[in-house]
């Protein structure tokens, strides 16, 4: 079984320039007030998307966040590349603002079945080109430790907030397993360790840690087995009813985990 591997590298405020080069992802802005992280997020991004409202988070609150620079340039600096959604939420003085910028705007209001965040992640699996995944890991010496060339989400202002949304976003990892997406609020991030791989997470104990939790979703789960873990699995059942793996703490640099379903992993995030 192939290992995947797991590392929240994208949250640390000073990595070499070469750990950058290794860092590829796409954000996507909800509409809950942004984390305090949201600038650093927003630079390194390759593609900056707002599903609907998150417009107007941008828009009303980056300024907040970036308290010595100018509110009008942050205003223009800070340009999402694509908004996506039903545009039943973002105001109309925001969207104009940003479509005089040039953002390229994605009107969905059609489909009422599928969520904003759903809408955006399937934007931007579409604009991605088909790697061949097996030739590049074959031939890639470092796999192991620089795992971040393939596609990945980030999804700000995804937990927190109204329970029916938390619960669509987690819907959206399990519709697309097969892509690289992590939920954050300013607390903690969620992403799916799909049943397909074994996964090392290297834990940033700087920003993140130590209250951990690994859920099954979907289905129940019949044999998980982990290291690093103060409450370690080990060939244990968990299923919703029944035993879940809440309010664990890590305790080494690396967690292992394998399972013979896909599990949540879920992290605190350190107030700095
Ligand atoms: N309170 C919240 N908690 C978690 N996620 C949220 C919350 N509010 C919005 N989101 C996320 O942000 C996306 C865009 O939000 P927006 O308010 O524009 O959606 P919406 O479809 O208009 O919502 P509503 O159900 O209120 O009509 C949602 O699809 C959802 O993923
Ligand atoms: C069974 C069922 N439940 C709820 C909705 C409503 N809904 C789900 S996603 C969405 C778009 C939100 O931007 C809306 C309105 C539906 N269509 N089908």
Redesign the pocket.
Known sequence: MELMSHSSTFLLPKVTSEDRTSITYTLVILNQSLPKFAPLLWDHAKLRVCA?GGANRVYDEMSMLLPHEDSFYVRTRYKPDLII??L?SIRKEVLDFYKDLGTKINDESH??????L??CVTYIRDLTPNIDVSTVLSTCLLKDFFPWWQICILVTGALGGRFDHEI?NINVLCRFSDTRIVLLSDDSLIHLLPRTHRHKIYIQSSIEGPHCGLVPIGMPSGSTTTTGLQWDLNDTEMRFGGLISTSNIVKEEIVTVQSDSDLLWTISIKKL
Not at 111 to 116: S, Y
Request: no cysteine; aromatic share 0%.
């Open positions: 609907d959604g039903d039943d489909d009422q079945d599928t969520t904003d759903h809408k669509g």
